[in-house]
């Protein structure tokens, strides 16, 4: 009886294997469902890896992160040569060399001497700049603390200290100056480093006409104050300014990454 239980056991076993072989045989035979966009199959083993890159290190009051690896640094906090003098004043207005102070790792605006321009243009990308008004407040509304971040002919995103200022909504800091207040007021204190990290995608077009509108998502101090925002721009790259708003704001940290399209292996 024992002998036959055991055979019995041993059909079934190799029936259910033949089930599972059977099964799989079909799945494989089946065409896998294509991902969002029509060119790999769901799982494909085939498509491109993803470049592997070193992450950001946070920053601290007192020293600034590393930013990561493939990030092209515009500052950090050595010298001005990712930057020219924009003398917005003369007449004609003229590129100079940048006149701003630079100490313990920080750019500071020198009142009066001009915006700064990166020489490099952008397009789809994150921004990221980190930057402080000063410690002793002196004025109130526009005039404290006032400088501006401008993605030039997109937008400026406002730096203000608005830590306590009543403005115009806006034009206090993190709004899109003149189009949209932020969604929420997430200053610091005067003289602490406060964040913008910023992702531009630029609008689509068709032939001569835009399918879809630019998109621009803004963090301040980590808290989102801009979700997909239509800037109402047709350009799709722009340089990065700093505002000379004769106070004396400073700068730190500031890096750009690229955002290529999915499947981009460089």
């Known amino acids: ?150 993605l030039l002919g997109i937008c400026e995103i406002q730096v203000l200290d608005s830590y306590g200022n009543d403005t115009y909504p806006d034009g206090q800091a993190g709004g899109l100056y003149g189009i949209y207040p932020p969604l929420v007021n997430a200053s610091r204190k005067p003289g602490e480093w406060q964040t913008y990290d910023i992702i531009y995608h630029g609008p689509e077009f068709e032939g001569e006409t835009m399918a879809a509108p630019a998109k621009l998502t803004v963090l301040h101090n980590g808290i989102a104050i801009h979700h997909a925002a239509n800037p109402g721009t047709q350009n799709k790259s722009f340089r990065i300014a700093l505002q000379d708003h004769n106070n004396p704001v400073r700068y730190r940290n500031i890096w750009v990454r690229e955002l290529k399209p999915y499947d981009s292996s460089q």
């Open 1 to 150: 009886m024992r002998k036959k239980r055991i055979a019995a056991a041993a059909v079934c076993a190799a029936a259910l294997s033949a089930l599972v072989w059977a099964g799989a045989a079909r799945d494989q035979a089946k065409p896998k469902p294509m991902a969002p966009g029509g060119q790999w199959t769901v799982h494909s083993q085939e498509r491109p890896r993803p470049p592997v890159i070193v992450p950001p290190t946070a920053s601290t009051p007192e020293q600034p992160g590393q930013p990561p690896s493939d990030a092209i640094v515009l500052f950090d906090g050595t010298n001005l040569s990712e930057w020219e003098g924009w003398a917005k004043r003369a007449k004609p207005p003229a590129v100079v060399e940048p006149g701003w102070k630079i100490e313990n790792g920080y750019m500071e605006v020198v009142p009066g001497s001009g915006d700064l321009q990166s020489k490099r243009e952008f397009g789809d990308s994150q921004i990221h700049v980190e930057w402080a008004t000063p410690a002793e407040v002196k004025g109130d509304g526009q005039g404290r603390g006032n400088s501006g971040f401008f």
